[in-house]
Nanobody
């Protein structure tokens, strides 16, 4: 079992920056990938970025060149640095920890609101 606690988020103006954090506890050695997802009102949850336990990262188009995913293994904390934020980035952001390849084989954080004003 892995427990994820998120922090960060809030309200920022267009072009601003935020950093999200996701502190993990429990059996983190069972996790092979760490993700950030987001869900905007009326839309499905979507993957934003992922980093594997080996440090390999991938970004969806919405995040490329503006977001940076990282993980501090010593602190067991996942981060998402978001720069040049746009109103369309407004959403609830969730971190997740994958222990299997199935879509449901992951643990979720509680979610944190990011709002970008125009």
């Amino acid at each position: 079992q892995v427990h994820l606690v998120q922090s960060g988020g809030g309200l920022v103006e267009t072009g601003g920056s935020l950093r999200l954090s996701c502190a993990a506890s429990g059996l983190t050695s069972s996790i092979f990938a760490w993700d950030w997802h987001r869900q905007a009102p009326g839309k499905e949850r979507e993957l934003v970025a992922e980093i594997t336990s080996g440090g390999r990262s991938l970004y969806k188009d919405v995040a490329k060149d503006r977001f940076f995913i990282s993980r501090d293994g010593a602190k067991n904390t996942l981060y998402l640095q978001m720069d040049n934020l746009k109103p369309e980035d407004t959403a609830v952001y969730y971190c997740s920890a994958r222990w299997g390849v199935g879509p449901d084989q992951r643990y979720w954080g509680q979610g944190t609101q990011v709002s970008v004003s125009s």
